[in-house]
């Protein structure tokens, strides 16, 4: 009877063990860090759980820039890190299939959350427009990321409605330049038409 006993405290205890292991998020490899090649760029993010990390393009998209929005709109955007990709979907599915604040975009626009979602590259077609904080965060790397132009700003997904009357979303970039750092390196734009530099980002996870 005590052998019974024992075996089913046994198996019970084996049990919970193997379902609290399998209930565990998957996590990144170890041997992943900042900085590597991976994932179609450079990682500069890996959350402190290790369940997924952020990877940047190889270069921006262009030299020139890219307008947030060649025509006004309000269009709220997440700031925190990991918000990026819902950001970017967001704002495609507003532009493209309007509702009551937003109008429909002319199919020519060009803009960037549309650019950077139709990027194919390092052999990934997910790519994304990261959120100010993923912004932010890619600054602070961008030594180990490269390619950046330091005298530039660069846009965001994120973006606030400024509360005026008719369109007034005011979208997120960040001032890459070495003045700008001690002073506001993170601002809010209504010239959604201005031309600013882009880069692409995406999530990589457990494989």
Request: proline share 4%; glycine share 10%; with cysteine.
């Amino acid at each position: 009877m005590k052998k019974l006993l024992l075996f089913g405290i046994l198996a019970t205890l084996a049990l919970s063990w193997s379902c609290d292991k399998k209930d565990e998020p998957a996590t990144l490899s170890a041997n992943i860090k900042v900085g590597d090649t991976y994932g179609g760029g450079k990682v500069f993010y890996i959350a402190p759980d290790r369940t997924f990390g952020l990877v940047a393009a190889p270069a921006d998209v262009n030299e020139k820039g890219i307008a947030w929005s060649a025509l006004r709109v309000t269009i709220v955007g997440d700031t925190e890190i990991g918000t990026g990709a819902a950001n970017t979907k967001k704002i495609i599915d507003l532009k493209t299939r309007g509702d009551k604040e937003v109008e429909i975009a002319p199919a020519d626009e060009v803009y960037a959350a549309k650019v950077v979602d139709e990027l194919t590259t390092g052999g990934y077609n997910d790519w994304y427009l990261p959120s100010i904080d993923e912004l932010t965060e890619l600054y602070k790397q961008r030594n180990l990321v490269g390619g950046f132009n330091e005298t530039g700003t660069y846009w965001s997904s994120s973006a606030m409605d400024g509360n005026y009357i008719g369109p007034s979303g005011y979208p997120y970039f960040y001032d890459f330049r070495p003045a700008a750092q001690s002073v506001k390196p993170v601002q809010a734009d209504l010239n959604q038409q201005y031309l600013r530099l882009v880069r692409a980002v995406r999530t990589i996870r457990a494989e």
